[in-house]
């Protein structure tokens, strides 16, 4: 009854063990046809990928020297800029003050003079006292 015992308690281990073993053989193939699918589609993906990468590094080099051009544009700009700032700048100013000085003296001519106060140095127009009067009053000060 013991050799009994012992052999169906080993046709039951065996079994059981051979149920695990074949599971085991159906996910091993699984992972086997899975591993080849994806190696099937990664492959043209990492060949497209590597196109890519090769025609974004020739975009960026025809970005860089359109780069190095407008930077050397720019600085030729600013070289120009100054040196027609230094050269008609300082010329046009003067001529600008000028123009000024003549066109406040021509208007002062046909002014009256404003009277003098009694601080020194200091000239007070009071050619239109009434509308500074009014002014005042119309913001509230007067």
């Known amino acids: 009854m013991a050799g009994i015992l012992v052999a169906v308690f080993w046709a039951i281990l065996v079994s059981f063990l051979a149920l695990v073993l074949v599971r085991l053989a159906q996910t091993l193939k699984a992972?086997?046809?899975?591993?080849a699918d994806i190696s099937e589609q990664a492959v043209p993906l990492l060949a497209d990928a590597s196109a890519?990468?090769?025609?974004?590094?020739?975009?960026?080099?025809?970005v860089d020297s359109?780069?190095?051009?407008?930077?050397?544009v720019t600085a030729n700009a600013s070289a120009?800029?100054?040196?027609?700032?230094?050269?008609?700048?300082g010329p046009l100013?003067?001529?600008?003050?000028?123009?000024?000085?003549?066109?406040?003296?021509?208007?002062?001519k046909a002014e009256p003079a404003p009277e003098?106060?009694?601080?020194?140095?200091?000239?007070?127009d009071r050619t239109l006292p009434s509308a500074r009067r009014g002014s005042r009053r119309a913001r509230g000060k007067g």
């Open 31 to 35: 992972a086997t046809k899975l591993v």
């Open 52 to 62: 890519t990468v090769r025609s974004a590094h020739t975009q960026l080099a025809r």
């Open 66 to 72: 359109i780069a190095a051009d407008v930077q050397e």
């Open 80 to 89: 120009l800029s100054s040196t027609v700032s230094s050269a008609f700048g």
């Open 93 to 108: 100013v003067k001529v600008a003050a000028f123009g000024y000085g003549v066109r406040r003296a021509m208007g002062r």
């Open 116 to 124: 003098r106060s009694a601080f020194v140095g200091r000239t007070v």
